[in-house]
């Protein structure tokens, strides 16, 4: 029947009723309406409007009870909330739909998958990080982002309930749905000072990387002795001014060779992404 809505509704239109009162002012509108799980308000609106029900309804002589049961539901729901906000906010409050928002330690695989990718920028100086001398430092997931905390600020993000809490730390990048991980800009700090190759760009080149472009060989200055093909490097400024992080698209022997426009470094992070992705870099 055309305009017809399915009943009983599906389970992501049920909402649990706050009252009873529904079930002793209808007691003829079956267990689909009255009993553990009740119609939203939305969805009473739509089908007490509906030409089709309010015949049948009347034809089975419980259209006063439908009426009683639809004004009860909207007195529930008259505090300062509309009905079509009701409705929503039920919506955002059913654990279905509701992100988890637990922070946890990394799973073995987990931590294998993010030190492989950390380790090659920093190689073997990535135990510096979990073994420094000024406290108890750790890595902990939360929304998929793993975070570099120190076992202070972590004691006291305890104290806060897990869909409340937006980061705590640096974060040091995301695990993709793929379950790959890729590192965040945030990280540059703690990569910078343990990197083992490094990259060096001209001042006319600083500005196209910060835009998220590779480095070419024209803006290439210097580039640490040994540095093989795909090794991760860390793009500095003449200056030693870390703007970021890549991939060396070319060994060190093979940039001395190459065209001015070849790619020696793709791009993979720089400061440039604190402007350009400011409301989503945590």
Known sequence: MAGELPWPPSSQQQRRFPSGRARALAPNLGPEATGTH???LWLLTRLASLPWLSSTLRGAGVENEWKAAR???FEVAREPLT???RFRQLWHEDSVFRPSGKMRPLTEE???VMFEKISKYIGENLQLLVDRPDGTYCFRLHNDRVYYVSEKIL???ANI???KLVSLGTCFGKFTKTHKFRLHITALDYLAPYAKYKVWIKPGA???FLYGNHVLKSGLGRITENTS???GVVVYSMSDIPLGFGVAAKSTQDCRKVDPMAIVVFHQADIGEYVRHEETLT
Request: hydrophobic residues 25%; charged residues 30%.
């Open 155 to 157: 004691k006291l993000a």
């Open 38 to 40: 009740f119609p939203s």
């Open 83 to 85: 009905a079509d906000f």
């Open 110 to 112: 987990e931590t294998r």
């Open 161 to 163: 309930s897990g869909d």
């Open 206 to 208: 600083e500005q196209s």
């Open 229 to 231: 093909q795909y090794q």
């Open 71 to 73: 004004e009860a539901s």
